[in-house]
């Protein structure tokens, strides 16, 4: 029977109450007093010289309180780049500044010029129509490749070129890696693009400044998936505050997908001018500004070699990437292509050699951050399209060629320097073969062929590590800050608890999952448990919410605090019932002496804990109250296996997806709805990528899809009912919950399936395709099928 309560039960998400009654309270819902508005005149070119800029008739313009440039910020720190990478041959990588506002330069279209705070939104956009912006066009490069030539514009003229590092992992393996492919009974090439993707969260990025000049404390109001990072950056390394005098709020935050971890300069200039005008200043992004303003996704070109035996065992592969950083090194730019892309390229199989090469570039586009998987879908895509080739090249089943090469044995230490710990890769393939029905797949086929239409099938694997960690591993590795994740659980005295987070909620059912875990704990109502995150003045410091890391990490946190509240109750309970601390039990929200009938119930307990007249005070401070730090000691390794079957229509080249099957492993589940829902979301955010959605630039760095006309986001129609499956659990073996992660797994498993299937397709409509780019629109699988 399904539980109804506590872990592995679908509980309702609590908070969706008030997102669905529209008392939600977003950061565009906070108006303060006095409030002004900004709007930032943001550059129309790719890359030019700033050789003059007249404000004098913005600033005479009615309701303009000051126009802001980037004279305003000399002196004042750029944004921080939170993560460090080395090359191959040891040099720290290039790291241009990164100014809150254009200083001598624009480098993309969207760089911030000036900024015009007004009494209103429409007079400041008025005024900032009428600053005299006078900047000399310089050429544009925005191809990666081209960017790299000795000829090439340079982005960062204190630069001295446009390659920000060429990193090789692992650079021991590289001779023989390039040995075994030479040798190799069969080598498979494949060169493909992971296309360029704007987020588009439903809420677009908002920022409010205050100013509190009598206490000299700023507040920020920001829709951020990490408000204590957002302190710590912009307080240490930008504003110069210090931390103890800056509060960073991020209250509900309608959908983040990576975008909205990073520190952007909108939230350094509001915070900046609330306390430069004495009045707080709030900027709302249009959808066509986040276009615009909003660090983008993904963007690699690779060449990938896979090398093979003459009994079909992987025995090699090689990856050549270039990696688009955009003209700025966004928060966590450098980390996405290489610790959290070339770690990932072994996938779910025993290849014994591995060799990953990643060049990132800068060119005069808009930075490129992590975005839903961050570099684990990049490396998925092209270990998983590069198997289906050889499997095509070699005339052997796809999946039994995955099965042949699958890790079979656990732990396993991988040739890219991480250890899987648990994992059952055949079990999730015998659970996809069962719920997508594909010995059912020819008579589908054949039913298609009888319409005119062409229907094909795609199978993938993957494999993600998410759960960052250690904090002294990834410190080794570049990061500029700790992975842990912290928590303090409070007891109110009637048994009630206030747990403060310093993980963030924007769509991941935190303050109902989390308070299943502590209930079953304790063996109380979930109702009596209140999650508090978002604000650093009233949290514990924390790392946020990304990467599949809130339950693996952030859980574990709030683990470790109710452990030492329930240890400090069994020490009251044991004085209250004058029986040895040992011999206590807490079961179903009672405290019991083990072999009695003695008991006390845990309310009481608490209100003891407040009431200290039944225990020496000498022995047990009052009051219940504890906090923990969860630093794990190693990744989360979540798997599953894919299918996708599409039907292509040969006339125009559209493609259908007639159904999607996913068998995940993410270890102990606490809310089996709440992780389909995560799935559910990540395919079809998967499926926008492999079918639908492309930042495409011209050759000047206009952004051509810089809205929704011409970037095509996924819809209902465009997406099929979903079969999920979560029932291979394998838990991992780490961390106290024995969870993996499951926020992330869609968006990684779904792209090479759609691929795989819309390629098989076309084969067995006779066409000889062996790829196409995403996104496949239907004048690119029309032009395939015509050669």
């Not at 944004?79 to 001598?104: F, I, K, N, S, Y």
């Not at 809130?550 to 946190?557: D, E, K, R, T, W």
């Amino acid at each position: 029977m399904p539980k109804d309560h506590g872990i592995g039960a679908s509980n309702k998400r609590r908070e969706d109450v008030r997102f669905l009654t529209g008392t939600g309270n977003y950061t565009d819902d906070i108006n303060l007093r006095g409030q002004a508005h900004v709007y930032f005149l943001r550059s129309d070119m790719a890359h030019g010289r700033i050789t003059a800029l007249d404000t004098s008739a913005a600033e005479a313009m009615p309701g303009v309180l000051r126009v802001f440039t980037g004279a305003d910020f000399e002196g004042i720190g750029g944004l921080p780049c939170g993560w460090q990478v080395t090359d191959r041959h040891g040099e720290v990588m290039q790291e241009p500044g990164h100014p809150v506002l254009a200083q001598g330069k624009v480098r993309h279209v969207g760089d911030p010029i000036a900024a015009v705070v007004a009494e209103s939104l429409a007079q400041a956009r008025d005024a900032a129509e009428a600053i005299e912006a006078d900047i000399e066009e310089l050429p544009a490069v925005i191809d990666m490749k081209a960017a790299v030539q000795p000829d090439a514009p340079k982005v960062h003229d204190d630069l001295t070129s446009n390659l920000c590092y060429d990193w090789g992992f692992v650079e021991d393996n590289r001779e023989a890696v390039d040995a075994a492919i030479k040798s190799a009974a069969h080598v498979t090439t494949l060169e493909l693009v992971n296309n360029r993707l704007v987020a588009n969260p439903m809420e677009p990025r908002v920022a409010v400044g205050d100013f509190n000049r009598a206490s000299g404390e700023s507040t920020l109001y920001t829709t951020s998936q990490n408000p204590h990072v957002i302190r710590l950056l912009m307080g240490a390394f930008v504003l110069g505050i210090p931390e103890h005098k800056l509060r960073v709020i991020a209250p509900d935050v309608g959908g983040g997908f990576g975008t909205k971890i990073f520190h952007y300069a909108e939230e350094a200039f509001c915070t900046f001018a609330a306390k430069a005008l004495n009045r707080p200043v709030k900027w709302t992004a249009s959808r066509s500004e986040a276009f615009i303003s909003d660090a983008h996704g993904r963007d690699h070109v690779t060449k990938i070699e896979l090398a093979l035996d003459a009994d079909n065992n992987f025995t090699a592969l090689r990856t050549e990437t270039y990696a688009n950083m955009g003209a700025y090194l966004s928060t966590f730019a450098p980390s996405v292509p290489t610790w959290l892309h070339g770690t990932l390229m072994a996938g779910n199989y025993k290849t014994p050699l591995i060799y990953v090469n990643v060049k990132a570039v800068f060119t005069n586009t808009v930075p490129v951050d992590a975005y839903r998987g961050a570099g684990r879908p990049e490396a998925t895509y092209q270990l998983e399209r590069v198997i289906d080739k050889a499997a095509r090249e070699l005339d052997v089943d796809p999946i039994a060629l995955r099965r042949q090469n699958f890790i079979t044995e656990f732990p396993y230490a991988t040739p890219v320097a991480v250890e899987y710990d648990t994992g059952d890769y055949g079990a999730t393939m015998d659970k996809l073969e069962e719920i997508a029905d594909l010995a059912g797949f020819p008579a589908r086929r054949a039913e298609s062929e009888a319409r005119g239409k062409l229907r094909g099938l795609g199978v993938n694997c993957y494999i993600e590590a998410c759960g960052i960690a250690p904090s002294q591993l990834v410190g080794q590795l570049g990061a500029r800050a700790g992975l842990y994740e912290s928590a303090t659980v409070r007891v109110n005295a009637t048994g009630g608890l206030v747990v403060m987070t310093g993980s963030h909620s924007h769509g991941q059912g935190h303050e109902t999952s989390f308070p299943q875990v502590i209930a079953e704990m304790i063996g109380i109502d979930e109702n009596m448990v209140e999650i508090v995150h978002g604000d650093t003045a009233n949290t514990p410091m924390g790392m946020g919410t990304y990467g599949s890391r809130s339950l693996a990490v952030g859980g574990s946190a709030m683990v470790r605090a109710t452990e030492k509240i329930i240890n400090k109750t069994k020490k009251i309970a044991a004085h209250l019932m004058e029986a040895s601390e040992a011999d206590i039990e807490l079961k179903d929200g009672a405290f019991s002496v083990a072999g009695t009938d003695k008991s006390v119930a845990w309310g009481d307990v608490c209100l003891a804990a407040y009431v200290p007249h039944n225990y020496p005070l000498e022995d047990i401070e009052p009051g219940l109250e504890e906090t923990a730090f969860y630093d794990p000691s190693n990744f989360t390794y979540p798997s599953g296996a894919y299918c996708c079957e599409v039907e292509v229509d040969p006339e125009t080249g559209h493609v259908t997806i007639e159904s999607f099957a996913a068998a995940d492993d993410f270890g102990n589940i606490v809310n089996p709805m709440i992780v389909s829902g995560q799935v559910h979301g990540g395919i079809a955010q998967g499926i926008g990528q492999a079918l639908l959605e492309g930042a495409v630039y011209d050759e000047n760095g206009q952004l051509l899809s810089a809205s929704y006309m011409d970037y095509a986001m996924p819809r209902a129609a465009d997406v099929p009912f979903y079969e999920v499956d979560h029932s291979c659990q394998t838990p991992c073996t780490h961390n106290p919950l024995g969870v993996k992660g499951c926020g992330e797994a869609g968006a990684i498993g779904s792209p090479p399936a759609v691929v795989n299937a819309v390629v098989d397709a076309l084969r067995s409509g006779g066409k000889a395709v062996t790829h196409i780019d995403m996104p496949l629109s239907p004048a690119r699988v029309w032009a395939a099928m015509n050669g």
